[in-house]
């Protein structure tokens, strides 16, 4: 099968999505973005702020945790920025926080 027609059979393939499916695929890109952002977001405490082992092993635990709350479904994004803007002032905008 030469590429033309491979293409076109793959783009008439129908793709079944179940929930379990979706959650599966959202839950794997949310481990790929925490692996990806926690070693930017601990390098920054630790230069900016000075943390150490201690302080840095105790935010990722924490992160983890809240990440567990967000799959569960108790927290979501749209609460934690509330609680934040709330609490601490913060708004978050697209792309930024001020």
Known sequence: MNKKKMKRA???TEVKLTNEKIYKIKEEATTQALAMILPLAMLALRDAEGFGKKRLLRFH??????????NDGRLNIKDIEDVIGEEVGIKFTDGGAE
């Open 61 to 70: 635990d924490k992160i983890l945790e809240i990440n567990d709350d967000i």
């Open 10 to 12: 793959i783009q008439k």
